[in-house]
């Protein structure tokens, strides 16, 4: 029987899905902000340094959420995956999971560590942060290039996550997608019990 729109038991709780949705959404924003920036031409008038403020005060805002999102996920554990789940989809979705928290982590340390070494202020919506580093080119440039290959990368496996999440709702009908979908109805569930008695 399908079990699209049933909102599973064994589920995350409000917050972790508000993160994640939240996460979703300003990261989806970044990398447009941040894949447009690099082709604005520089000059008296551009609108460059603006955007690229824009794209450094929401990486950084990013930053803190997926830190927050990484504690709460060690904090309130993650759901068991539905009985009848083969082991190498259990298997797939562990390794991917982690892949996006690794370039969840990257993305923002390397734009903040090139930042900090760049010749350029580091402003936070509009505050200028201080800087304790001397301009290193070289440090900037290792940054700029973790921090342009990471992103394509990133970019994979969101395609593919997404790919995954879309076959769960349409094909498999698991429940699996139910499981990051706002529980409107039981918002009890947002203390952040644990979903999986305390494993993660
Ligand atoms: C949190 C997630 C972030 C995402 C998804 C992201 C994404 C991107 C993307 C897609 C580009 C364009 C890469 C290219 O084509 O060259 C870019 C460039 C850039 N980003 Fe980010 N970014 C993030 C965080 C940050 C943070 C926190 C900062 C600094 C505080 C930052 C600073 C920059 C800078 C300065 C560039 C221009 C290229 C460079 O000099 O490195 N980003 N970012
Ligand atoms: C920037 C985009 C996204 C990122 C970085 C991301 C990241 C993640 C991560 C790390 C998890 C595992 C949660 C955990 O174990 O703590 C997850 C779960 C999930 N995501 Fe996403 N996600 C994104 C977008 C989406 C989109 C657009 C959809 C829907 C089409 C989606 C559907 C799901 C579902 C259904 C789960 C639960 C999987 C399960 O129960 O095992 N995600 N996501």
Same mark, same amino acid.
């Given at each position: 029987?399908?079990?699209?729109?049933?909102?599973?038991?064994?589920?995350?709780?409000? @917050?972790?899905i508000?993160? /994640?949705?939240?996460?979703? =959404?300003? $990261?989806?924003?970044?990398?447009?902000?941040?894949?447009?920036?690099?082709?604005?031409p520089?000059?008296?008038?551009?609108?460059?340094? =603006? &955007?690229?403020?824009? /794209?450094?005060?929401?990486g950084?805002v990013?930053?803190?959420?997926? +830190? *927050?999102r990484?504690? &709460?996920?060690?904090?309130?554990?993650?759901?068991? #995956?539905?009985?009848?789940?083969v082991?190498?989809e259990?298997?797939?979705?562990?390794?991917?999971?982690?892949?996006?928290?690794?370039?969840? =982590?990257?993305?923002p340390?390397?734009? $903040?560590?090139? #930042? $900090? =070494?760049s010749?350029?202020?580091? +402003? *936070?919506?509009?505050?200028?942060i201080?800087?304790?580093?001397?301009?290193?080119?070289?440090?900037?440039? +290792?940054? @700029?290039?973790?921090?342009? &290959?990471?992103?394509?990368? *990133?970019?994979?496996i969101?395609?593919?996550?997404?790919?995954?999440?879309?076959? /769960?709702?349409?094909?498999?009908?698991?429940?699996?997608?139910?499981?990051?979908?706002?529980?409107?109805?039981?918002l009890?569930?947002?203390?952040?019990?644990?979903?999986?008695?305390?494993?993660s």
């Amino acid at each position: 029987m399908s079990k699209i729109g049933k909102k599973p038991i064994n589920s995350f709780n409000n @917050t972790a899905i508000l993160l /994640h949705w939240l996460v979703a =959404f300003l $990261l989806m924003v970044q990398f447009l902000i941040g894949l447009d920036m690099v082709d604005i031409p520089k000059g008296p008038d551009s609108p460059r340094p =603006f &955007w690229f403020n824009t /794209h450094k005060s929401i990486g950084i805002v990013l930053g803190c959420l997926i +830190l *927050f999102r990484l504690y &709460w996920r060690i904090r309130s554990g993650v759901p068991q #995956s539905p009985a009848g789940t083969v082991s190498w989809e259990r298997i797939a979705a562990n390794i991917s999971h982690m892949l996006l928290y690794f370039c969840m =982590f990257i993305m923002p340390v390397s734009g $903040l560590v090139g #930042s $900090l =070494f760049s010749k350029y202020d580091l +402003l *936070f919506l509009g505050i200028r942060i201080p800087k304790f580093f001397e301009h290193d080119a070289l440090i900037k440039e +290792l940054m @700029t290039n973790t921090h342009q &290959w990471t992103a394509y990368i *990133f970019l994979a496996i969101i395609s593919i996550h997404i790919l995954a999440a879309v076959k /769960h709702l349409v094909i498999d009908c698991d429940g699996i997608f139910e499981r990051m979908m706002p529980n409107f109805t039981n918002l009890s569930n947002s203390s952040g019990e644990k979903t999986n008695g305390g494993k993660s």
